[in-house]
């Protein structure tokens, strides 16, 4: 993909006094609106660590994404409102994965996750935090070094009522997804 469909800042990183510091691409927006995106492992050469917060906000198109596996970060509300997001494709090596990034986007139901192997048992940060944000049904594809995992997370809702005469408000739960993403730690 051309790197003139992204809008993107320049970082640098200080790994510590007296080194050279370590420049990365932030991706902070599209130049055009995409219906398959794949986010580059770099631009300009250099390697795209970073997702700001609200950078593909509102694509009313997108439909499947694919992320690198270099990401580190996934800013607040990156793919808030997306309507027409189904599925997403990223890497376990994700260790900040902000809220609400998938806030409103109803459709998505496939999640694919690449357990790399840099972390002997794979990381699973990234799909609790995915799960934490969700209520409805979702299905995750665990793709390990030596073979995948398929795991469906079926929906809930989680819903309040209001007991005027009592002064309390009541909650009920209704499905068994709260209990099934429950079992899952980071």
Known sequence: MPENNFEF???EKSKGSGSTPEQEAVITGLTQERVYLE?????????????APHAFREQQHLRSL???RNLRSVGAFALYNCPELEEVDL????????????????????????????NPGGS?????DILSESDTRLQF???????????TFPGYLYAFNENTMA?????????????????VRR
């Open 9 to 11: 800042l320049i970082e």
């Open 39 to 51: 986010v580059p492992e770099f631009l300009e050469g250099l390697p795209v660590r970073r997702i």
């Open 66 to 68: 694919s992320l690198p």
């Open 91 to 118: 890497h376990d090596g994700i260790t900040d994965f902000h809220n609400g990034v998938f806030r409103h986007d109803l459709r998505l139901r496939r999640i694919r996750i690449h357990i790399n192997g840099d």
């Open 124 to 128: 699973f940060t990234v799909m609790k």
């Open 141 to 151: 594809c665990l793709l390990f070094p030596d073979g995948e995992a398929r795991l």
């Open 167 to 183: 002064r309390t408000i009541q909650f009920s739960i209704t499905g068994s997804g709260m209990v099934y993403r429950e079992c």
